[in-house]
């Protein structure tokens, strides 16, 4: 049996044989251009690790019941995401170092190839939990016309699954402290809350170092937070934010959310608070990716249009503000409380969320 050979393994007759290039194929050969092919076809295999991460992901939050080890996988796999996306962020780095003129000596030749045909790129954002909705209408058209029908078969085949941000919606949901015999958190919570602001208020109004515009500037500010907490206590606001798309995370999961963030340190809610924080990264790795990605457009391109037809710059940053999967996350932030204001658990729930261990002596 013949041994098995490195390049055989990795196929690499084939990987290295992939770079063919449009400026050579027409007799000027553009020296910048096999980079350009190497950096992009770096980004899928790397999409395709990512998608490969994500599967496994979804399935493992498919079961009802999470054992510890199970999201200790999870945010394991997270962070090999996260890893990923910090190397494909320094990837733009090295491409960088081609110049816009470098970039003009084949950059017509590629029409109209663009990102916007990434399969995969768009595969990554459905598992995430970015829906057809979430884009505007011209995005959507794009889409339609730039992928092929095979392509938005099997795209639209994985946004109609459970989206990793729809599991994560009903995992949040289900933690079991909120409510325990007698015990009503939220009710604590909300008292915890309205002491804080209304200390808050009471600094303000103290503060002497303020003028009266700034004075006025600041209770207004205090104002918005105290809505924000309202909307979050009063069930028919919050339904009335989802309806609008203005949050994605039910108010159960938030609720749960934000119980997780609160009490970090005890032990059970360790892995959760990591699995949260490990989303929020990867989150602003894209967000961070898609900015970087707007600068380079516009350094090469100015305001040129992109090979695909978008308006190039100005599209790629309109994207990285718009398409945040886990801004509900983010924004968790504004309803957290000081330690030393956050409301003391009972003992039977404290005791719930540490590690106990018997342990049998013999004298």
């Given at each position: 049996m013949e041994k098995l050979h490195y390049a055989d393994y990795l196929q690499l007759e084939k990987l290295l044989s992939a770079q063919?290039?449009?400026?050579?194929?027409?007799g000027k050969k553009a020296h910048d251009e096999m980079l350009f092919i190497v950096i992009h076809q770096a980004y899928e295999l790397w999409f395709k690790q990512i998608i490969f991460e994500m599967g496994s992901i979804k399935n493992l939050f498919n079961n009802e019941y999470?054992?510890?080890?199970?999201?200790?996988?999870?945010?394991?796999?997270?962070?090999?995401?996260?890893?990923?996306?910090?190397?494909?962020?320094?990837?733009?780095?090295?491409?960088?170092?081609?110049?816009?003129?470098?970039?003009?000596?084949?950059?017509?030749?590629?029409?109209?190839?663009?990102?916007?045909?990434?399969?995969?790129?768009?595969?990554?954002?459905?598992?995430?939990?970015?829906?057809?909705?979430?884009?505007?209408?011209?995005?959507?058209?794009?889409?339609?016309?730039?992928?092929?029908?095979?392509e938005r078969a099997i795209l639209d085949n994985v946004i109609a699954e459970k989206s990793i941000r729809e599991l994560i919606d009903s995992w949040l949901s289900r933690l079991p402290f909120l409510e325990f015999s007698n015990y009503t958190f939220w009710e604590h919570y909300r008292t915890a809350v309205e002491n804080m602001l209304n200390s808050d208020e009471q600094s303000i109004q103290e503060n002497h170092t303020l003028s009266d515009p700034e004075r006025e500037m600041e209770i207004k500010n205090l104002k918005a937070t105290r809505e924000s907490f309202e909307t979050l206590f009063d069930k028919d606001k919050y339904s009335k934010l989802l309806d609008k798309s203005e949050v994605k995370f039910s108010r159960k999961a938030m609720l749960g959310a934000i119980f997780i963030f609160l009490y970090e340190d005890h032990p059970l809610l360790h892995l959760p608070s990591r699995i949260l924080n490990s989303l929020i990264e990867i989150d602003e790795l894209i967000?961070?990716?898609?900015?970087?990605?707007?600068?380079?457009?516009k350094r090469m391109l100015g305001t040129k249009i992109g090979t695909g037809g978008s308006s190039g710059h100005q599209y790629l940053k309109k994207t990285a503000q718009r398409h945040s999967i886990f801004s509900d996350l983010f924004n968790v932030s504004t309803f957290l409380l000081p330690k030393s204001q956050v409301p003391v658990l009972p003992d039977e729930i404290m005791e719930r969320l540490s590690y106990h261990f018997d342990v049998l002596r013999k004298g």
């Open positions: 063919d290039l449009e400026s050579e194929k027409k999470l054992e510890d080890k199970t999201l200790g996988l999870i945010n394991s796999r997270l962070q090999r995401i996260v890893k990923i996306l910090e190397l494909l962020n320094d990837q733009i780095r090295i491409i960088e170092t081609m110049t816009p003129l470098d970039f003009l000596d084949f950059r017509d030749l590629l029409q109209p190839a663009s990102g916007f045909q990434s399969l995969q790129f768009r595969l990554f954002e459905a598992h995430l939990g970015l829906k057809w909705e979430d884009r505007s209408p011209v995005e959507r058209q794009y889409f339609n016309s730039r992928l092929r029908k095979e967000i961070k990716w898609r900015y970087a990605h707007a600068l380079m457009a």
